[in-house]
Structure formats: C-alpha cells, structure tokens
C-alpha cells in the first residue's frame, strides 16, 4: 500500500566520511521514527562521475552526477545536503537557498562567521530550513545531563571543563590538506567547535573568553615532493566564563596521541557534578553530594529506553546506540522542522554562534587579552 506522506527528495554533495553517515541517517531515521514525509534519496555529487555511480549503488542513491550544480538546479530536489570540504559550504549552500532548497550542511557552517551570517541570512530571507551537523548534540546522554543541571540537580554551577581531542594529524608526514588552509581549517574550527557547542547546550551562552591557538607543527609534505607552511591551529584552548556566572574552559586538539575520539566534559556544580566521555557515549557519571560520607562516589548512569529517544532504537537498556543513530536522531529532528512540526534543531543561525566564538577565541589568541563574544 502506497504510503500517502509525501516524499522529501534528498541530494548529497560530497560522498567521504561524512557524506557515508548523513547517508546512514537519512537511510536509519525513516525505521526507528515515525517521519512526516518519505525519505527519497534521489541524487549524489561527486567530484567525478565514476566515484558518483559507485558511491550511489553504495549508498542507495537513484542517480548520481559531477556536476553539485546540476544536482541543485533538479526541480525534483528537496534537501541540498553538504559534505565537501569547508571552503566550499558557502558557494554550494547560497546556491541551494537561491534554488529554493532546504539545506543540510556538515560543520563548520563556514569558514568566517561573516560568511555564515550571510548564509543564515539567506535562508531566513529564502523561507528554507537548515540543519548544520552537530550530531554530538542529539545523544540522549548530552539531553539528560541538560535535564538534570536544568532541574537543579547539581545546584548552581561554578566549572566546566571540555575537550574534543583526537590524533589524525599527530605525525608530521600527514600531508598539508584543506583542514590546514587557513580557510578551512584549524583544529580549534574543525573539532573545538563540537565541545563549544556541547558547553553552551549544557550551561548556555559564553559571554567571555581568553584564547590560545599554537601550531605545534610548522610544515606539511604538500603532495608534490616539497613542504607546505601551516598557519592554522594544531590545537586551540580557551578560558571561558558563561552567562550563569561558571566559569570553565575548552580544548580542541588533533595532534593528542593515541586519541580517536575523546569528546568529554566535566561539570561541577554546588550539590553535583557530572562527568561524560565520547569514547564510552552510551554513559553519564553522576556525584552527588548529598550521599552520606562513605558512600560518596561517581555513579555510572546507563542509556535506557527512559532516555529518549534511545528507546526507539533498542528496548533493552545498556545495549548501546552508536554514532551512526546519532545522525539519525539529528535527520529526524530536521525531516519535522522542514514539514512544520518544530523548529529547527540546529539551523544555520546556530552554526554561525559557533563561528562566532571559534573566531572571537582566535582573535583573543592574536591579542593575548579577554574578548567579550
């Protein structure tokens, strides 16, 4: 029997990692949720025809093109969905909004918070919804610890302490990529942005910070037998004080040895505190100062079906949802917003509060001084 939702035709720019897992999401949200329109996935772009077609059987898409911009200008087409390298997010996005798309857009939104103002602006003007990847943010742990400081479980917060740190560019030999132009890059931009998003769902806005961007590593191999001169950060860390009156600070890192994935946080509060690791995500650690002296500890908190949405996923608690069920979390929140059910879960103006704050500790960095956000 033919379904009477209507379709939502879905184009994918850009088919690496992240294009793979916004691919997973938008193939996993129609069976766990209860979507508002049918998720088609009509056509994907790549930079040449062969590695399109591939990626379409791969992926289940109908069609595949070289040509992004053919892709935005099928009438058939809903929902622009952007994976390319960050320079190239503002061209392909102001082009979907002049199309009359909605766009779905990996972060960074853009490289200059002016250029994401410019794109959040569009979009407003255009009538279109967005959604930038943050996917992090969509993990039932992250929602309950928000509840919990929100109840007043940890009483007033005084400290924050987040990282987002990994390896993949800890050896010297890696090559000189589109990450370290300084357009594009920057590990402060690149993976800092995830642990100052995660900071303001948990405690609100930052409204000061102090910075401090190093490059470790002043050379890369740039492809063609000679070096190239990096100007972006290899890691990028910032004091912050927020809006509540804690204080706290932020870390992204991509030359932290032997780390893969280390997304984490710790919040302490006058009556709690919490403790989180992206490495062990389907957990929350709990204090709480009010247990009796000689029971006091960090307790492990396990997702449940009690944590929403998880339940949608596995009826058993501790079973785990993994990385992929993130993003689909993240599609269903966007596929509502775009049939009018909710706003919108992270749109482009959010992805520019971002931008706003990676560039104004970038700037704190340079004149070694507070700046107010």
């Known amino acids: 029997m033919a379904s009477s939702k209507p379709d939502l035709n879905i184009g994918l720019i850009g088919t690496g990692f992240m294009g793979k897992t916004h691919a997973f999401g938008f193939s996993t949200a129609p069976k766990v949720f209860d979507l508002p329109r049918n998720i088609v996935l009509h056509t994907v772009a790549d930079v040449t025809q062969d590695s399109a077609t591939q990626a ?12 992004w911009r053919k892709l935005i200008a099928d009438p ?11 320079a190239l997010h503002k061209e392909m996005a102001l082009a979907a909004i002049a199309a009359g798309k909605h766009v779905y857009c990996e972060k960074p939104l853009a490289p200059c918070a002016s250029d994401a103002l410019e794109m959040a602006r569009a979009a407003e003007a255009a009538g279109v919804k967005t959604q930038v990847g943050f996917n992090y943010l969509c993990n039932p742990m ?11 479980e940890l009483g007033d917060i005084r400290g924050y302490r987040g990282i987002h740190a990994e390896d993949y560019m800890a050896d010297a030999a890696t090559p000189f990529s589109f990450r370290h132009d300084p357009v594009g890059g920057g590990a402060l931009a690149d993976i800092g942005s995830h642990a100052l998003a995660t900071a303001e769902m948990l405690l609100g806005p930052i409204t000061e910070v102090m910075g401090d961007c190093v490059t470790m590593i002043g050379t890369r191999p740039d492809g063609r037998g000679g070096t190239r001169a990096v100007e972006v950060d290899d890691v990028g860390r910032a004091f912050l004080r927020f809006a509540n009156g804690a204080q706290g600070s932020v870390e992204g890192n991509w030359i932290a040895t032997g780390r893969q994935m280390q997304h984490d946080f710790e919040i302490y509060g006058t009556k709690g505190a919490l403790a989180f690791s992206q490495q062990r995500f389907n957990e929350l650690h709990f204090y709480d100062g009010c247990d009796a002296p000689g029971r006091r500890g960090f307790r492990r908190i396990e997702a449940a079906p009690e944590h929403p949405p998880y339940g949608r996923f596995c009826v058993a608690p501790g079973h785990q949802i993994g990385f992929n069920d993130l993003k689909a979390i993240e599609v269903a929140g966007y596929v509502d917003a775009i049939a009018g059910d909710g706003a919108e879960p992270f749109g482009f103006c959010a992805g520019h509060r971002i931008q706003t704050l990676v560039e104004t500790i970038q700037t704190s960095s340079r004149h070694r001084a507070w700046k107010s956000v």
């Open 56 to 67: 379409a059987g791969a992926l289940g898409f109908a069609r595949a093109t070289d040509d």
């Open 142 to 152: 992250l929602r309950l610890a928000r509840a919990m400081i929100e109840a007043g």
């Open 76 to 86: 058939d087409i809903d929902v622009i969905d952007i994976t390319t390298p960050n």
